[in-house]
């Protein structure tokens, strides 16, 4: 479970970046650019805080897992659920 | 954990400053060219890693306490937003960019060539936040290698 | 046991349907409408920022609130981590 909510974070970080190209655009960079249109560089930025707050998210995720791996002796998801009987 | 072979510490010494100083490029010129704070944070916090696969924990743990790392990331964190004051009190409103425009720290304008003396506020708070994401990433995987390793030597039973 | 299967399948096909209807009617690859914030951004960078790294001058100066957020989140996360391990190091 925690594989796929990984998949889906990398795969929603990628459409983002997607959404703001123009057709035949570099970079938005002066720094020795070829001149030309640019893309939009505010998509890119707000990336960046998403992949951050993945990261985090994940972190917290694994230690969890650790504890409840310590505790009850097993990952196993049927013998985990003690808590609703 | 344990430590690994002989020929595996050495080639991790040879390579570690190699990546260090690297990492610590893309954080310096982050205003230039793609990069900045998050991002060469991250790879200084893999190549930090690195050593502590190759060494051990027990080693690694003598030589670096998390009470350093902590007080670390938090001159990070106040850093920032130190800066992001000081453009309260020099300028105009929070987080101004109150550098640009003097000749003599950081505030030149630029015009397409790589100048170093441009950007404004901005190298420092690439800095800053470097600092910040290098301390932290490297706690998180310190603190979970050595609490997994010690499991192994005195392990608690679970119930089934 | 049969009431939850059907509510499941029924609430996942009504996500499905606003996926794929979402994806019908958004724009082309690569062909934009007006974008007014993007172009005043490029056009300025240089004079009022003083960087040549558009994404740079987005994240540090234009949208500074929301990278001290995310030194916010990342703050929380570690200190999470480390309470959740303290009390097997006292052991």
């Known amino acids: 479970m925690i594989i796929g909510i ?26 020795s650019s070829s001149g030309g249109i640019m893309a939009l560089p ?44 | 954990m ?15 400053p190699f990546s260090m100083i690297f990492g610590l490029y893309i954080i310096a010129h982050g205003h230039l060219t793609p990069g900045g704070g998050f991002q060469g944070g991250a790879v200084v916090a893999s190549a930090c ?40 009190i020099f300028g105009i ?13 950081f505030g ?16 420092l708070m690439n800095f800053a936040v470097g600092m910040k994401v290098v301390a932290g990433l490297f706690v998180i995987v310190l ?7 010690e499991y192994k030597q005195n392990p608690r039973g679970g119930h089934k | 046991m049969n009431k939850r299967t059907i509510a499941a399948v029924l609430f996942f096909s009504i996500v ?27 056009d300025n960078t240089q004079g009022e920022a003083g960087a040549d790294n558009g994404v740079t001058s987005v994240v540090f100066d234009y949208r500074g609130f929301d990278t001290l957020g995310e030194a916010t989140v990342l703050f929380t996360a570690v200190a999470g981590v480390i309470v959740i391990f303290r009390r097997l190091k006292h052991d």
């Open chain 3, 16 to 42: 499905c349907l606003l996926f794929v209807f979402t994806a019908l009617i958004m724009h082309p690859f690569g062909v934009l409408d007006e974008s007014e914030m993007d172009d005043y951004i490029i």
């Open chain 2, 108 to 123: 030149v304008i630029p015009k397409g060539l790589s100048n170093i003396n441009t950007g404004g506020v901005l190298p």
């Open chain 1, 6 to 31: 990984t998949l889906i974070e990398s795969g929603v970080n990628l459409f983002l970046i997607t959404l703001g190209y123009r057709k035949g655009s570099v970079a938005p960079i002066y720094t």
């Open chain 1, 42 to 85: 505010v998509p890119q930025a707000l990336t960046l805080t998403s992949i951050v707050i993945g990261v985090a998210v994940l972190a917290l995720m694994l230690s969890l897992v650790i504890h409840i791996y310590r505790h009850y002796g097993t990952l196993d998801v049927r013998h985990v659920r003690r808590l609703r009987e």
């Open chain 2, 143 to 149: 603190v979970m290698a050595y609490a997994t390793s």
């Open chain 2, 2 to 16: 344990t430590e690994m072979s002989r020929i595996v510490r050495t080639i991790t010494s040879i390579a570690f």
């Open chain 2, 49 to 88: 890693a690195m050593i502590l696969v190759a060494f051990g924990s027990k080693w690694t743990l003598k030589k670096i306490k998390e009470q350093q790392l902590s007080v670390l990331e938090s001159v990070g964190a106040i850093c920032f937003i130190a800066l992001a004051f000081f453009g309260l």
């Open chain 2, 93 to 105: 409103a929070f987080f101004n960019n109150f550098l640009v425009g003097n000749e003599f720290l």
